[in-house]
């Protein structure tokens, strides 16, 4: 593994999960409990937030110049998401991933 791409690793792996989880929450358990987890606000920046996790994990992984950048962005939108979910409530899993991710793109926004 190239050695800038093995020192990303941890945000990687932290993108991917968020990814995942940002997703399938959405997918099933807020469709299936709808009301305020299908709120336009709330499902749409889950969905997003799903995307910029899996753009960032792939930029870091083609080893992108822009990978700071977009981490930035990465960060807000997880940050924003895990803000959301705990306001929606009872959806503590996607709010850790999200701001573990966030916490993992703010590291590696330092441009």
């Given amino acids: 593994m190239d050695h800038a791409i093995a020192s990303m690793q941890p945000c990687i792996e932290a993108c991917t999960q968020c990814h995942h989880i940002c997703l399938q929450t959405a997918m099933t358990h ?7 987890h299908t709120g ?5 920046l889950m969905l997003n937030c799903a995307e910029i996790c899996q753009a960032s994990a792939n930029l870091q992984l083609s080893g992108s110049e822009y990978v700071p950048k ?6 807000e939108i997880c940050e924003a998401c895990a803000v959301s979910c705990e306001a ?16 993992s793109c703010t590291s590696m926004a330092v441009v």
């Fill in 70 to 75: 977009l981490c930035v962005l990465c960060a």
């Fill in 30 to 36: 807020c469709l299936q409990f709808g009301g305020k």
């Fill in 40 to 44: 336009p606000d709330h499902f749409t």
């Fill in 88 to 103: 929606i409530g009872d959806m503590d899993e996607c709010a850790m991933a999200c701001r573990k991710c966030a916490e």
